[in-house]
């Protein structure tokens, strides 16, 4: 028989998908972080050592890792709960400023006074990054959070069309957490969509779709992804290891790969050429493919719709989010 080739969906198929986003209601949980960027020039070599001056001029703060996805989210258009711990210190405060700021809420953020606010520092220098400090806690928070963490999620859970993981390994997530929520969305239906950390994999059995890059398929797999046959080849050997019916693994200019039972794997090119920054675009992947599957679209689709969103967030600076207006206007340029 022969392989049928995906057909991309058209402009006004795109578009009725974006609205139609809007009915999604998805729980993002995982590990929120502060993103702070230091812009500035650098003119002269220090006297001290052989380093670079950066001369300070701007300073500018955003919501990262979990708190992008939920940002992403809610810039298509669909409704996003929120939910991860920070530290009790002037970074958590700020952070969780910036959430609210964002139409976001904080309620389901708690406080963990024994370790800090994951926080991230880049500095820039006309405009390249030079440097990054991080300030952080990767062991597991106590079990007494996590078990607060669960009694909220169960009492969400029929509020919700989805879960969306995200996991930077800084502690939020582990065993326990994620095996209530892959059962969870089991017993009632939902879908969960999870962007993994390689040492951690084995939590994430039984999720609807992870989307690892290549370098993290290649750990997760064993296998070197450098060309085709290497990259169909840590595919579906993370599918059949992992039991995971969707893997999709995210290719930077090279594009998207989605490895789905029973089908043959769906290549899809990038959709921008022009590529500026690439902080924060699994987080608009993962929230854009979470988003789409929560409303029922089929995945072939929500993974196209999600390589659109990435490649207007790589044209921006920074920690960016893609709005509905935004991607439905890259989509038609992109079709022309």
Known sequence: MPKVKKREPGLKEYVRMIREIKKSRILVIGDIMLDEYLWGSATRISPEAPVPVVEIRNRTFHAGGAANTVSNIIS????????????????????????????????HILTD????????????????QVMR???EETGPISPALTNAL?????????????IAVSDYNKGVLGPKLMSMLINLAKEKGKIIVADPKPKNI?????????????????????????????????????QRGMGI??????????GMALFSEG??????PAASAQVYDVTGAGDTVLATVAASL????????AVRLANYAAGVVVRKRGTATVTADELADFIKRHQL
């Open 150 to 162: 669960i009694r909220r999620i169960e009492k969400m859970a029929c509020d919700i069309d989805g």
């Open 76 to 107: 298509l258009g669909a409704g996003a709960t929120l939910m991860g711990v920070v530290g009790k210190d002037q970074s958590g405060d700020m952070l969780k400023k910036i959430i609210a700021k964002n139409g976001i809420g904080t309620k």
């Open 263 to 268: 089908k043959n794997v769906d290549k899809i």
């Open 294 to 301: 929560g409303c029922g679209h089929a995945i072939g689709d």
């Open 113 to 128: 006074t024994g370790r800090p606010t994951t926080n991230k520092v880049r500095i820039l220098a006309q405009g390249q």
């Open 133 to 135: 400090t991080d300030q």
């Open 245 to 254: 019916a969707n893997v999709l693994v995210t290719l930077g200019e090279d």
């Open 202 to 238: 084995e939590w994430f059995k039984g999720v609807t779709v992870i989307t690892p890059n290549r370098m993290e398929a290649s750990l997760i797999s064993g296998i070197n992804i450098h060309d085709g046959p290497s990259l169909i080849e840590g595919g579906r050997a993370i």
